[in-house]
């Protein structure tokens, strides 16, 4: 700023903590035409307040930068805070008082459509179609869970979908049945595209409202930039991004991951490179490419190296599936890395983390060392062997530390089927940290809070907060 300058906007009177090691702390901000243009001594900022000033006294209380999501579904998440929500609620009876509301508050919507149920209010994760088919009887609902790895069905959504006891499972998913077969109302991974592509596309009104109000969400936390993780696919919001960028109404900074289609080949790059052209626009960029490796632990389907245990004890066949062939996910990597692509991997279980591995390093060998910052999200399972190999292929370990905390989820429907060894693997940040990774935070919202303060206790004390 030139020495007569003076400050559009100005913090004083406070605590500014500034990230920088050298120095920590300062007094106050000053802020001309959306820029930061001086950071130290309260008495510094004051020289730079003018009579047209917007001056905020801190009055003692700490200021922070931003703080910056590295894994959330922002646009999908506020899409489904308009529609029918469980989230909020733990119990079956709840489930379907909401579910109830919302149908008679929507007589002409032709789906009930929402998301936010936990698996570990059911038996297995598994809920059943009866108490929708009683709440619901002359319309299809189709209801996501918490982590977006299944949905809740009723009787007429099957139905619509022509999913019977002689439907097959698809290769990257399953169809929960009873006894004698017959579909049970929970859908599983690729299971879900039986029925999903049935249900009507929201507008374009709805996924901007939708973004508008995951924003406003968001900043209320202190959040002002952060990576969607899926903006393609079963969730096409990259034209959504672009509107709302475009009428300057997105005031975070965002990087979208495109997504990765598992049933088509390499050839799709070319449709990623022009989709990264058409996606920059304002604050955010479309340069990042997300490709789902395996499932989640607690329907069976993250990739383990050893087989799954049963209610008893014993070992399984199943080790989980690995969407995307581990030869064919290597050259898949390496295109993309030559490409230019922030490579951001899905990868829950122990196989699947090194599976993903594998695919930066051979990246790594066929074109040398980048700055991509390439992300394996989640790792909810490493193996010890896997640790260092973070840091030495210079791949960012995306956590998501309200995961790790004991809760029904984890007890009843993870830890049982992992065993103790495995399961004392899980979620390793601070052995991460110790061998050198560079690790990134995000919430995967609207699978947990996107609370950055939440996440951060969670992260250091393992339990979760009293407000959580």
């Given amino acids: 700023m030139e020495p007569n300058g003076t400050a559009s906007l100005a913090f004083v009177n406070g605590r500014v903590y500034t990230m920088d090691a050298a120095r920590r702390w300062a007094g106050g901000v000053a802020v001309r035409d959306g820029r930061i243009v001086a950071v130290g001594t309260d008495g510094h900022v004051r020289e730079l307040i003018g009579a047209e000033t917007d001056v905020v006294d801190l009055g003692g209380r700490m200021l922070l930068p931003g703080f910056q999501d590295a894994h959330i579904h922002a646009a999908a998440s506020g899409l489904e805070m308009l529609r029918c929500n469980l989230s909020e609620a733990y119990s079956l009876p709840e489930y379907e008082r909401i579910v109830r509301s919302y149908t ?4 002409d919507d032709a789906w009930i459509v929402g998301s936010g149920w936990s698996m570990d209010v059911f038996p297995s994760g598994n809920p059943p179609k009866e108490p929708l088919d009683r709440v619901v009887a002359d319309r299809p609902v189709r209801l996501w869970s918490r982590d977006g790895h299944s949905v809740w069905v009723n009787s007429r959504a099957l139905e619509i979908a022509g999913v019977t006891r002689d439907t097959p ?6 169809i929960v049945r009873d006894e004698e077969g017959v579909p049970a109302g929970t859908l599983h991974e690729g299971a879900i595209d039986l029925v999903e592509r049935h249900v009507p596309e929201p507008s374009t009104e709805d996924r901007i409202d939708g973004l508008r109000t995951a924003q406003t969400y968001l900043h209320s936390l202190g959040i002002t930039a952060w990576q969607d993780a899926i903006v393609g696919g079963h969730d096409p919001t990259l034209d959504t991004y672009v509107s709302f960028a475009r009428s300057g ?7 979208g991951a495109l997504w990765w289609d598992r049933h088509r080949g390499i050839e799709q790059v070319e449709d990623l490179i022009g989709l ?22 607690e329907n069976l389907t993250a990739a383990v190296l050893e087989p799954y245990l049963d209610a008893d004890g ?9 969407f995307v062939d581990p030869e064919e996910l290597k050259s898949v990597v390496t295109r993309l890395d030559a490409e230019g692509f922030q ?23 066929a074109n040398g060392p980048n700055d991509h910052r390439h992300h394996i999200a989640h790792i909810q399972v490493i193996h010890p062997d896997d640790l260092p190999r ?3 292929l210079g791949v960012v370990a995306n956590a998501q530390p309200l995961w790790a905390v004991n809760e029904g989820q984890m007890l009843h429907l993870t830890i049982p089927f992992l065993g103790a060894e495995r399961s004392s693997w899980q979620y390793p940040f601070g052995s991460l940290v110790r061998s050198g990774a560079t690790l990134a935070m995000g919430s995967d919202w609207a699978v947990s809070s996107p609370n950055p303060l939440w996440e951060m206790h969670v992260a250091v004390h393992r339990t979760a907060p009293t407000a959580y």
């Avoid at 109404?249 to 990087?255: C, D, G």
């Avoid at 699947?352 to 390093?361: G, P, S, T, Y």
Wanted: glycine share 10%.
């Fill in 343 to 365: 490579v951001h991997v899905h990868a829950i279980g122990e196989r699947a983390v090194r599976e993903a591995l594998d695919a930066f390093e051979a990246a790594r060998a």
């Fill in 390 to 392: 973070f840091r030495e």
């Fill in 104 to 107: 008679v508050a929507h007589p």
């Fill in 169 to 174: 499972d698809p290769a990257d998913g399953w």
């Fill in 314 to 322: 014993r070992p399984t066949g199943n080790r989980g599936k690995s």
């Fill in 249 to 255: 109404e997105l005031t975070a900074r965002v990087v």
């Fill in 276 to 297: 990264r052209e058409r996606g920059r626009e304002g604050r955010f960029r479309a340069t990042s490419v997300k490709i789902m490796q395996d499932g989640v632990i």
